[in-house]
């Protein structure tokens, strides 16, 4: 039962570099989703994805780009970072809440993101 | 957007009962998740309610009551690992399977 991973689990980059968190699910769930966690902010959605090919923004999505042409994939970009968007970035999947309303969502382990 | 309002900490004595409180507009709810977070960790799934009422699960309860937008996550025979963020998640009707979180309540529990 692997469940949901992200990697890497820590990462150290410089400003102006494109960095790739990857997320990765084995339950086949249809929705996935990043939120970034920072201090005085809480967990912060970036984008979501409903399905594989269809993504959306959320609350916080300049500066990112995400993909999913998969169903169990869907890594996030930084294209070029900035100090602003250092944090921890949480991947989380669910299933569709019209099939199953109770089933929340469940979290990676995160990725802690550092930009020098 | 929505507005989830929680204590940002509690401190209580181990054995005792922890009430941690959620507010929230209630325009188009569809559901509500507490979850708990131990430093370092991941949110992992403690509640959801989306009827008034209480759910009970050991320990852990959560009451709703949509007419006032109100939330409460009850802690009883408080143990010291429970020392974590409780963090509120609210999902609208408009919102597809989105979640909006509160900022998370802090919550340290002593000997």
């Known amino acids: 039962d692997a469940g949901i991973t992200q990697s890497p689990r820590y990462k150290i980059t410089e400003t102006g570099r494109q960095v790739t968190l990857m997320c990765h699910q084995t339950w086949s769930h249809s929705y996935m989703f990043w939120y970034r966690q920072d201090l005085g902010h809480g967990l912060r959605l970036i984008y979501y994805s409903a399905a594989a090919d269809i993504t959306d923004k959320g609350e916080v999505p300049d500066g990112y780009v995400v993909s999913r042409s998969k169903t169990e994939n869907f890594p996030l970009t930084l294209e070029s970072a900035t100090r602003s968007q250092t944090s921890v970035y949480f991947c989380?999947?669910?299933?569709?809440?019209?099939?199953?309303?109770?089933?929340?969502?469940?979290f990676g382990d995160g990725t802690r993101l550092s930009i020098l | 957007g929505q507005n989830i309002d929680q204590p940002t900490e509690m401190t209580a004595t181990e054995g005792a009962i922890v009430q941690i409180n959620c507010t929230y507009q209630t325009s188009g709810f569809n559901g509500l998740f507490w979850y708990q977070q131990h430093a370092g960790e991941a949110p992992t799934f403690l509640s959801y309610n989306v009827l008034d009422g209480l759910e009970e699960k050991g320990r852990f309860s959560s009451f709703l009551s949509r007419s006032k937008g109100y939330s409460y996550l009850l802690l009883k025979e408080l143990q010291m690992k429970d020392s974590a963020s409780y963090l509120c998640a609210v999902r609208l009707i408009s919102a597809g399977n989105k979640l909006t979180f509160g900022g998370g309540t802090r919550v340290l529990v002593k000997p």
């Open positions: 989380a999947s669910s299933e569709s809440p019209y099939r199953q309303p109770n089933q929340p969502q469940h």
